[in-house]
């Protein structure tokens, strides 16, 4: 019996790895945390190529925006078939709506259109 939850367990597991893109929400916390520490490999992975180009342009200035606003407080999303709008609170107070499409089955961070 034990080794049948087992079995279940990985085919569980390996069937929520296989959807792959994870949600909207874990998208901008990986994004926004990239961000702060100026990680272009980590930005690309959740974030259009246009949208890495961008806050690879304003570099520092990008950087000191995510930082001032503090810490990811709390986030609301909404998902319209391959969109989704990310509403996020920051620990000072200050709100962000962050747009993201979804490529090949996975949420990636759209700003600029």
Do not use: H, R
């Amino acid at each position: 019996m034990k080794k049948m939850y087992f079995v279940l367990g990985l085919v569980i597991i390996a069937l929520l790895v296989s959807c792959g893109g994870g949600s909207p929400q874990s998208s901008v916390q990986k994004f926004f945390n990239a961000v702060e520490k100026n990680d272009t490999k980590a930005m690309s992975s959740v974030a259009t190529e246009e949208t890495v180009q961008l806050i690879t342009m304003f570099g520092e200035k990008a950087q000191t925006s995510v930082t001032q606003n503090g810490k990811i407080k709390s986030m609301t999303q909404e998902i319209d078939g391959d969109k989704a709008k990310v509403q996020v609170t920051f620990t000072n107070g200050e709100t962000s709506d962050v747009d993201l499409v979804k490529v090949n089955g996975k949420w990636l961070v759209s700003l600029g259109k």
